[in-house]
């Protein structure tokens, strides 16, 4: 089926909301127009069985005996309708409709019952029927085809991520956190699945998919046409969780249709309410929403971060509240099968990112501490820089992340880095955000670049070199180092500091305050050089004035404070004979890791500042992925003859424009 094909039947279920319009917000069509397709498809994927499955249920009805299992096989699928009506039946009963459909609804098996119910389709039927929308809506739906053999289970996931899409568009939600764009998900399965391909070949090859943000399943139906494609024989069980009820009821419902377990697609929060806690996948993948808040989580999250430490998911680090895409990776990554000792089992991940996870956080920060546990456990295999404008929902530069505890011993302890912004082609209509695609050739090229990276990196002749490199984890890690100066100052008495001296709280609540006031009076414009020389003048004034001097390191801190200026050529001041840190000439580098920290101090800080000392105390390790920077190619700006040449020429162009205005 081409894609105009399942865009006219997209826009067949849409034209429903014609007769919605007034009884129905927009913003509130798809909460019939979804279930009403899902009804629909679920019927016609019923329809050669339908009447042997209502006579089988008709023959069992007072037999006392359960006959789920003999209605699963006569119906040919893991659901079934008892029921003899059909929507065709139940239209033309325009008087009995709500009635007819909710019983209709239920007469199917609990697991297709249950799709429906994620759609609060009882609600609707009433409000539609208080309406008088229902048998209507009911009709249009009679006529569109949605049979297996009109319409493959690969198509009818275009047509209800194309529904989605007009139902986010019309709700003001985002689109994309409910499905990828096809061809990204191509490209993101071969990349997952490449290194794999003589083992899934094997006979009796059995694979376990897992998508912690499956939306409507897209990834994981791609993950098993690639695996099935590959070995016709292999077993592919998908397992997935989703948080939007819409999304999930049609995730559900295509497993169903597919023979797939649906009960493998949990409902909830993957962070609160793990749905496939305890077990562990061979292959992983995902698109959680970019730059989405875990607050609602937190209190879940943070505990098990501090209760189970590495025991739990969370134990390398929280990331910050608005941002809980590390927390994705993380999930994922606890549920790797671990590397036996003839190097079998382990996991592969993928995972889509935008920039941020590459370099969000600091040394010792939650977001840093996870990308050092990632590259120091030799878990990241590579990232690839995808181009702008292929998702729905963002037109922002995307990034696929993947990871497996299983490297090959020429990938150990190295990440490959591939720059693949270029390969892309200009979309004939823009959907959303989305103008560019990924052709055939654009995934091949990268799939086959990634995987001969090693190789392409090794020969400069290679005409795409340029778009890869190769790094060892490390050098991704960095020491942030404090570098410290003294502080150096000398002593005045001025209109300034007298202000000051009023002012500090700690000098004020001293029954000498007065007589300090006065002294300071006596000084004005004096100035010293060392504090030894001002503190033996103010002691002085004081005694003059008729006070005593006040003792106590609080006093001498806050007396500093007041008649203290900084001065390059000023006094280094001295805590236990050693010289105080200036918190105003405090600065920050970040060293490479590896590097000795005092060599580097000496050849690139004391050139400039020969007193500068590194506080060990504070210097922590960080990991970032700067990937922009490694790509970055330089382009020198333009002669200056060419663009003295241009604005001449934009200058004639005007003035010609000029003269036929004033003619």
Same mark, same amino acid.
């Given at each position: 089926?081409?894609?105009?094909?399942?865009?006219?039947?997209?826009?067949?279920?849409?034209?429903?909301?014609?007769?919605?319009?007034?009884?129905?917000?927009?913003?509130?069509?798809?909460?019939?127009?979804?279930?009403?397709?899902?009804?629909?498809?679920?019927?016609?994927?019923?329809?050669?069985?339908?009447?042997?499955?209502?006579?089988?249920?008709?023959?069992?009805?007072?037999?006392?005996?359960?006959?789920?299992?003999?209605?699963?096989?006569?119906?040919?699928?893991?659901?079934?309708?008892?029921?003899?009506?059909?929507?065709?039946?139940?239209?033309?009963?325009?008087?009995?409709?709500?009635?007819?459909?909710?019983?209709?609804?239920?007469?199917?098996?609990?697991?297709?019952?249950?799709?429906?119910?994620?759609?609060?389709?009882?609600?609707?039927?009433?409000?539609?029927?208080?309406?008088?929308?229902?048998?209507?809506?009911?009709?249009?739906?009679?006529?569109?085809?949605?049979?297996?053999?009109?319409?493959?289970?690969?198509?009818?996931?275009?047509?209800?991520?194309?529904?989605?899409?007009?139902?986010?568009?019309?709700?003001?939600?985002?689109?994309?956190?409910?499905?990828?764009?096809?061809?990204?998900?191509?490209?993101?399965?071969?990349?997952?699945?490449?290194?794999?391909?003589?083992?899934?070949?094997?006979?009796?090859?059995?694979?376990?998919?897992?998508?912690?943000?499956?939306?409507?399943?897209?990834?994981?139906?791609?993950?098993?046409?690639?695996?099935?494609?590959?070995?016709?024989?292999?077993?592919?069980?998908?397992?997935?969780?989703?948080?939007?009820?819409?999304?999930?009821?049609?995730?559900?419902?295509?497993?169903?249709?597919?023979?797939?377990?649906?009960?493998?697609?949990?409902?909830?929060?993957?962070?609160?309410?793990?749905?496939?806690?305890?077990?562990?996948?061979?292959?992983?993948?995902?698109?959680?929403?970019?730059?989405?808040?875990?607050?609602?989580?937190?209190?879940?999250?943070?505990?098990?971060?501090?209760?189970?430490?590495?025991?739990?998911?969370?134990?390398?680090?929280?990331?910050?509240?608005?941002?809980?895409?590390?927390?994705?990776?993380?999930?994922?990554?606890?549920?790797?099968?671990?590397?036996?000792?003839?190097?079998?089992?382990?996991?592969?991940?993928?995972?889509?990112?935008?920039?941020?996870?590459?370099?969000?956080?600091?040394?010792?920060?939650?977001?840093?501490?996870?990308?050092?546990?990632?590259?120091?456990?030799?878990?990241?295999?590579?990232?690839?820089?995808?181009?702008?404008?292929?998702?729905?929902?963002?037109?922002?530069?995307?990034?696929?992340?993947?990871?497996?505890?299983?490297?090959?011993?020429?990938?150990?302890?190295?990440?490959?880095?591939?720059?693949?912004?270029?390969?892309?082609?200009?979309?004939? !209509?823009? *959907?959303? @955000?989305?103008?560019?695609?990924?052709? +055939?050739?654009?995934?091949?090229?990268? /799939? &086959?670049?990634?995987? =001969?990276?090693?190789?392409?990196?090794?020969?400069?002749?290679?005409?795409?070199?340029?778009?890869?490199?190769?790094?060892?984890?490390?050098?991704?890690?960095?020491?942030?180092?404090?570098?410290?100066?003294?502080?150096?100052?000398?002593?005045?008495?001025?209109?300034?500091?007298?202000?000051?001296?009023?002012?500090?709280?700690?000098?004020?609540?001293?029954?000498?305050?007065?007589?300090?006031?006065?002294?300071?009076?006596?000084?004005?414009?004096?100035?010293?050089?060392?504090?030894?020389?001002?503190?033996?003048?103010?002691?002085?004034?004081?005694?003059?004035?008729?006070?005593?001097?006040?003792?106590?390191?609080?006093?001498? !801190?806050? *007396?500093? @404070?007041?008649?203290?200026?900084?001065? +390059?050529?000023?006094?280094?001041?001295? /805590? &236990?004979?050693?010289? =105080?840190?200036?918190?105003?000439?405090?600065?920050?580098?970040?060293?490479?890791?590896?590097?000795?920290?005092?060599?580097?101090?000496?050849?690139?800080?004391?050139?400039?500042?020969?007193?500068?000392?590194?506080?060990?105390?504070?210097?922590?390790?960080?990991?970032?992925?700067?990937?922009?920077?490694?790509?970055?190619?330089?382009?020198?700006?333009?002669?200056?003859?060419?663009?003295?040449?241009?604005?001449?020429?934009?200058?004639?162009?005007?003035?010609?424009?000029?003269?036929?205005?004033?003619?």
């Amino acid at each position: 089926m081409n894609s105009s094909k399942h865009t006219e039947l997209a826009n067949h279920a849409w034209s429903v909301a014609d007769l919605l319009r007034g009884d129905y917000r927009q913003s509130d069509y798809g909460k019939v127009i979804l279930p009403f397709t899902v009804l629909r498809r679920l019927e016609c994927v019923l329809e050669p069985t339908r009447e042997k499955v209502a006579a089988l249920a008709e023959q069992h009805k007072d037999s006392g005996i359960d006959p789920h299992r003999f209605l699963q096989r006569a119906s040919g699928h893991s659901f079934y309708n008892k029921s003899s009506l059909t929507l065709k039946k139940i239209a033309a009963d325009p008087q009995n409709a709500a009635q007819n459909l909710q019983v209709y609804v239920g007469a199917f098996s609990d697991n297709a019952r249950g799709v429906l119910e994620r759609f609060e389709f009882a609600q609707q039927i009433k409000r539609l029927d208080s309406a008088g929308l229902l048998y209507k809506i009911i009709g249009k739906f009679t006529d569109l085809d949605l049979h297996p053999d009109v319409v493959p289970n690969h198509n009818m996931g275009y047509i209800f991520e194309e529904l989605i899409r007009r139902f986010a568009e019309q709700s003001n939600e985002t689109a994309g956190e409910h499905f990828t764009p096809r061809e990204v998900i191509q490209l993101m399965v071969r990349l997952l699945v490449a290194p794999d391909g003589d083992g899934l070949h094997l006979p009796g090859t059995v694979r376990t998919v897992l998508d912690p943000a499956c939306g409507t399943g897209g990834m994981l139906s791609a993950m098993d046409d690639l695996i099935t494609e590959l070995n016709p024989d292999a077993t592919v069980e998908v397992y997935g969780q989703e948080l939007n009820p819409e999304s999930w009821a049609i995730c559900r419902s295509d497993l169903m249709i597919k023979g797939q377990n649906p009960e493998n697609i949990a409902f909830g929060n993957s962070f609160s309410d793990d749905g496939h806690a305890r077990k562990s996948f061979d292959y992983m993948l995902a698109n959680p929403p970019f730059g989405v808040e875990w607050k609602k989580v937190k209190e879940e999250v943070e505990h098990e971060h501090k209760s189970l430490g590495e025991a739990g998911r969370f134990g390398a680090g929280l990331p910050r509240i608005n941002d809980g895409s590390l927390l994705f990776l993380q999930h994922m990554i606890s549920k790797m099968k671990p590397v036996d000792v003839n190097g079998g089992g382990g996991s592969r991940l993928a995972i889509v990112f935008n920039g941020s996870p590459l370099f969000t956080g600091a040394a010792g920060s939650g977001e840093s501490e996870i990308r050092r546990w990632i590259l120091e456990n030799d878990w990241l295999e590579g990232i690839v820089a995808l181009p702008d404008q292929l998702f729905y929902n963002t037109g922002i530069s995307t990034y696929f992340w993947i990871l497996t505890n299983r490297k090959s011993p020429d990938h150990k302890g190295k990440v490959v880095l591939l720059d693949a912004r270029d390969q892309w082609q200009k979309m004939r !209509k823009s *959907l959303g @955000d989305k103008r560019k695609q990924l052709g +055939p050739d654009h995934i091949a090229t990268v /799939v &086959k670049l990634y995987g =001969e990276a090693l190789a392409v990196v090794d020969d400069p002749e290679h005409p795409l070199h340029g778009k890869v490199k190769v790094f060892r984890n490390e050098d991704f890690g960095y020491q942030r180092i404090t570098v410290e100066r003294p502080l150096k100052l000398r002593f005045e008495v001025t209109e300034e500091a007298l202000a000051a001296l009023e002012a500090s709280k700690t000098i004020q609540k001293l029954p000498q305050a007065p007589v300090l006031a006065d002294a300071f009076k006596s000084l004005m414009g004096a100035s010293w050089g060392t504090k030894q020389e001002a503190w033996l003048a103010l002691k002085d004034a004081v005694v003059q004035a008729g006070g005593t001097w006040p003792t106590g390191a609080p006093f001498t !801190k806050a *007396l500093r @404070d007041v008649i203290g200026v900084r001065d +390059p050529e000023g006094e280094v001041q001295l /805590v &236990k004979g050693q010289p =105080e840190p200036d918190g105003e000439l405090r600065d920050y580098e970040n060293v490479p890791l590896g590097e000795d920290v005092e060599e580097y101090l000496a050849r690139e800080v004391h050139p400039h500042v020969p007193d500068a000392w590194i506080d060990g105390s504070k210097t922590k390790v960080g990991y970032e992925v700067p990937f922009t920077r490694h790509f970055y190619v330089y382009e020198p700006p333009r002669p200056m003859a060419d663009i003295d040449a241009e604005l001449k020429a934009l200058e004639a162009e005007i003035q010609g424009l000029l003269g036929e205005v004033t003619e």
